[in-house]
């Protein structure tokens, strides 16, 4: 196992749990009448960023 496989675990599920997280704040903030499309732009782009684990190359 590499630094690689980590890393790319990391950016894999972590981006993509700390996105959801985000999303699901806003989501029931949004139910008491607090909307912010920032934040859920930031839960987006965090879902999306998690796509980069794919930029890493594999461990050997």
């Not at 990391?10 to 700390?18: M, P, R, V």
């Not at 499309?37 to 794919?54: D, Q, V």
């Amino acid at each position: 196992m590499t630094w690689r496989t980590p890393l790319r675990l990391i950016l894999q599920f972590g981006l993509i749990i700390a996105g959801i997280v985000v999303v699901g704040y806003w989501i029931v903030a949004s139910i008491g009448g607090d909307i912010s499309k920032p934040g859920f732009a930031l839960g987006i782009g965090l879902i999306l960023a998690s796509f980069s684990a794919r930029l890493v190359p594999p461990g050997r």
